[in-house]
């Protein structure tokens, strides 16, 4: 495959870098908020999407029955990569997960329904699969449903439920049938947040960002809002992660903390020596920049085989899900360990260096290597599905 673009494709990139900076909001964009954090969840950001949405940028390769563009994967890519990169909202769960599902597997009232909000950015959504019990591994989750005339009782708890206190609409996985194996008896649900019977805890977590806890106490759900078929929500939700995997874990703003870094290691001096002459720091520079590099071109490869038909690239997303955070984590621990006492000084602290940046990213950056399914599970994921070894290893 071809790594670099087509003039077509810089072409787009540039309509859109100028539509961003004519919105420029600082309201709008904050590189400081990493990754999971660039999510649509004030009214100004709400506003900002919708423009997009009028763009016809949030349907970009759905089909043209759906009110989608039918077009190429790289198109999506290289828009998500300019609103993380300047640390706007990303093009999201309802466009990706629900959206992208539904297309696949909705019913056509669920369609009717949620796909024209999707493509307007009329409607928000949390995603409900981590339970106490059952993190990255949401085939072991234990939320019961149960069946109750033409719908269904929801009764449990999820946890680290991201937009949980915003959003409009719950998609949220229970267990229909409890004596089928975990991978299967599973079923997704959508359900309106503002139920009576769902109760929504913040979560603060150490990078300063809200998730929560969703109690579900008798929520009743129709039979119209079960999505696909019963019992086969495992493999939706399998589908989908591989979209949030990478979707939610752009490559953009690990290369501009790279910069960020770069620029202050070429200005910065200890003990009247310039730090840019160390030998060490410019092998821990290289070696970050050639890391970088890796990072960019798994996340290409993702885009070209997601391109392909047949089934999802799995494999390929959980590479670069587990290489991309992992980077991003290791990028935030030597910015910390080469600016020195000082980069431990809140973010956007004008005297630290990196502006503080160093600080936060050192925080959130560990959040990202569990969002999304821990590296842990991204690694028995590739050992499984793409080296061929057996579950038991």
């Given at each position: 495959m071809d790594f670099e673009f087509s003039s077509q494709q810089l072409e787009f990139v540039r309509e859109v870098e100028e539509f961003l900076d004519e919105n420029y909001d600082p309201e709008v964009f904050d590189p400081t908020r990493e990754n999971m954090a660039q999510i649509v969840d004030t009214p100004k950001r709400r506003e900002f999407m919708a423009k997009l949405g009028q763009k016809g940028w949030l349907g970009i390769t759905w089909p043209k029955e759906y009110g989608g563009q039918e077009g190429d994967g790289i198109y999506e890519y290289l828009l998500n990569e300019a609103l993380a990169r300047r640390g706007g909202p990303q093009i999201g769960k309802g466009v990706g997960i629900i959206g992208k599902t539904l297309i696949r597997h909705g019913s056509d009232k669920l369609k009717a329904e949620f796909l024209p909000q999707i493509l307007k950015n009329e409607v928000e959504f949390a995603v409900g699969y981590s339970e106490p019990n059952a993190?990255?591994?949401?085939?072991?989750?234990?939320?019961?449903?149960?069946?109750?005339?033409?719908?269904?009782?929801?009764?449990?708890?999820?946890t680290w439920t991201t937009s949980?206190?915003?959003?409009?609409?719950?998609?949220?996985?229970?267990?229909?049938?409890?004596?089928?194996?975990?991978?299967?008896?599973?079923?997704?649900?959508?359900?309106?947040?503002?139920?009576?019977?769902?109760?929504?805890?913040?979560?603060?977590?150490?990078?300063?960002?809200?998730?929560?806890?969703?109690?579900?106490?008798?929520?009743?759900?129709?039979?119209?809002?079960?999505?696909?078929?019963?019992?086969?929500?495992?493999?939706?939700?399998?589908?989908?992660?591989?979209?949030?995997?990478?979707?939610?874990?752009?490559?953009?703003?690990?290369?501009?903390?790279?910069?960020?870094?770069?620029?202050?290691?070429?200005?910065?001096?200890?003990?009247?020596?310039?730090?840019?002459?160390?030998?060490?720091?410019?092998?821990?520079?290289?070696?970050?920049?050639?890391?970088?590099?890796?990072?960019?071109?798994i996340g290409l490869k993702f885009v070209h085989e997601s391109s392909k038909e047949g089934a999802a690239p799995t494999s390929w997303a959980s590479e670069y899900k587990l290489f991309a955070t992992e980077l991003s984590k290791r990028l935030a621990n030597a910015s910390m360990d080469l600016a020195g006492p000082s980069s431990q000084l809140r973010v956007k602290t004008e005297q630290a260096p990196l502006a503080g940046r160093s600080e936060s990213t050192y925080r959130y950056t560990v959040i990202d290597t569990i969002g999304g399914g821990a590296s842990e599970i991204q690694k028995n994921i590739i050992a499984r599905r793409k080296l061929g070894l057996p579950k038991n290893f």
């Open positions: 993190g990255s591994d949401a085939a072991s989750m234990q939320l019961k449903a149960t069946r109750d005339g033409d719908g269904w009782l929801l009764n449990g708890q999820k949980a206190h915003f959003a409009e609409w719950y998609w949220v996985g229970a267990r229909t049938d409890p004596n089928a194996p975990k991978h299967n008896g599973i079923t997704l649900f959508l359900v309106p947040l503002s139920h009576p019977n769902i109760t929504i805890k913040p979560i603060w977590t150490m990078g300063d960002e809200r998730t929560n806890e969703v109690y579900l106490d008798d929520v009743w759900v129709s039979d119209d809002y079960v999505v696909g078929e019963l019992n086969k929500g495992f493999q939706y939700i399998s589908e989908a992660l591989d979209l949030e995997r990478f979707t939610m874990f752009t490559y953009s703003p690990i290369q501009e903390r790279l910069r960020l870094l770069v620029d202050w290691v070429k200005s910065a001096q200890v003990d009247g020596q310039k730090v840019s002459q160390d030998p060490v720091v410019r092998q821990a520079i290289a070696r970050l920049a050639t890391e970088v590099e890796v990072a960019r071109v």
